[in-house]
């Protein structure tokens, strides 16, 4: 008779504005490895918001979630906000301190950090915040996933993706990751190579630094002194 895996806790941390596919990119490669229980964490069960126009409903609140074996906490726009949220940092710090891994995926790494999780830890997160890591007591590292012992931080969005598979190789074994990014065939192919300011045009950069990031990056340092 085959024996049932081991089960594994998977938590996210949701809030309003997350950027949903921080959360289903690796929570759909997640739910996969075997044991995988996933846990949709949130102050409550009222749906979240995304910033993708829907929203996702939570199926636990913070004070009933189990101890996560794996706790992830995904970016967005919405982390400014959280970090002024007590019982999501709370819950953060607490869970962080028995999880086997702790994660994040784009901006999430900032909760991170303001739980108290990234010091003295390389890390990364949107190309956009790096230079904001050392103010959370981490040393930025130049890769797409870092990780440091049992810490893993992935950069913007889609990263979170090859975050999954690499835990997935961690946890259960190369040979299961390598079989389920064949089942999800993650196979990307991108129609240009412009997905990182190292391959994209510096105009580019600096036209998206400019309309968008530099003003949010602004506000993520000023809630970042507020939560310190």
Same mark, same amino acid.
């Given at each position: 008779m085959t024996e049932s895996p081991t089960p594994v806790n998977v938590v996210f941390v949701l809030f309003p504005e997350i950027t949903q596919l921080d959360f289903t990119g690796p929570a759909q490669f997640l739910t996969r490895l075997p044991g995988a229980r996933i846990h949709a964490a949130a102050e409550t069960l009222d749906p979240i918001e995304t910033d993708s126009g $829907?929203? /996702?409903? !939570?199926? =636990?609140? $913070?004070?009933?979630? !189990?101890?996560?074996?794996?706790? +992830?906490? !995904?970016?967005?726009?919405?982390?400014?906000? @959280?970090?002024?949220?007590q019982p999501i940092l709370d819950f953060v710090r607490v869970q962080g301190k028995r999880a086997q891994? /702790?994660?994040?995926? +784009? =901006?999430? @790494? $900032? /909760?991170? *950090?303001?739980? *108290?999780?990234?010091? *003295?830890?390389? @890390?990364? =997160?949107?190309? @956009?915040y790096t230079h904001l890591l050392p103010q959370v007591g981490a040393t930025y590292e130049n890769a797409r996933v870092v990780t440091d012992g049992n810490l893993v931080t992935a950069g913007g969005v889609t990263s979170g993706i090859d975050f999954a598979l690499g835990l997935i190789a961690h946890v259960a074994s190369p040979a299961v990751a390598q079989r389920i990014q064949l089942a999800l065939e993650y196979d990307p192919a991108p129609p240009y190579r412009c997905g990182h300011p190292a391959t994209a045009e510096p105009a580019l950069v600096l036209q998206l630094r400019a309309g968008r990031y530099e003003q949010a990056a602004a506000q993520m340092e000023q809630a970042l002194q507020r939560s310190g």
């Open positions: $829907f929203s /996702i409903v !939570p199926n =636990t609140r $913070f004070g009933s979630c !189990p101890q996560a074996d794996v706790l +992830c906490v !995904p970016g967005g726009f919405g982390v400014v906000a @959280a970090l002024a949220r891994w /702790i994660t994040s995926v +784009c =901006t999430g @790494a $900032f /909760i991170l *950090g303001a739980a *108290g999780l990234l010091r *003295g830890k390389r @890390a990364t =997160t949107h190309w @956009a």
